[in-house]
């Protein structure tokens, strides 16, 4: 079992910056590809980020991409998604998810998870 805490979310400008953190507990991340969805108001969870074990291949949504960076620090057992340029749009929330690694790779498909974390809030004022 794996355990996912998100933290970092809260209230920013457009155009202001925030910087969420998934702790992870119960085993370490080495095994897991790490990735972060998002759920907007009223709409479905989507993906946001993706990273390897090794911290290669990364992928992003074409939304986040020039904005967001992923990253994973695998002796702190730690993934952050340090989201810049932030816009109304992004205005969701963000949740944690791993995925055992597979053949396969980074899915974007939130079935393929394994764990989540319950999610932090981020609100982007206009």
């Known amino acids: 079992q794996v355990q996912l805490v998100e933290s970092g979310g809260g209230l920013v400008q457009a155009g202001g910056s925030l910087r969420l953190s998934c702790a992870a507990s119960?085993?370490?991340?080495?095994?897991?590809?790490m990735e972060w969805f998002r759920q907007p108001p009223g709409k479905e969870r989507e993906f946001v980020a993706a990273?390897?074990?090794?911290?290669?291949?990364?992928r992003y949504t074409d939304s986040a991409k020039g904005r967001f960076t992923i990253s994973r620090d695998n002796v702190k057992n730690t993934l952050y998604l340090q989201m810049n340029s932030l816009k109304p749009e992004d205005t969701a929330v963000y949740y944690c998810?791993?995925?055992?690694?597979?053949?396969?790779?980074?899915?974007?498909?939130?079935?393929?998870?394994?764990?989540w974390g319950k999610g932090t809030l981020v609100t982007v004022s206009s």
């Open positions: 998810a791993a995925r055992l690694r597979s053949p396969r790779g980074i899915s974007v498909t939130a079935s393929d998870m394994d764990y």
């Open positions: 119960g085993r370490t991340l080495i095994s897991y590809i």
């Open positions: 990273i390897n074990w090794s911290g290669a291949p990364i």
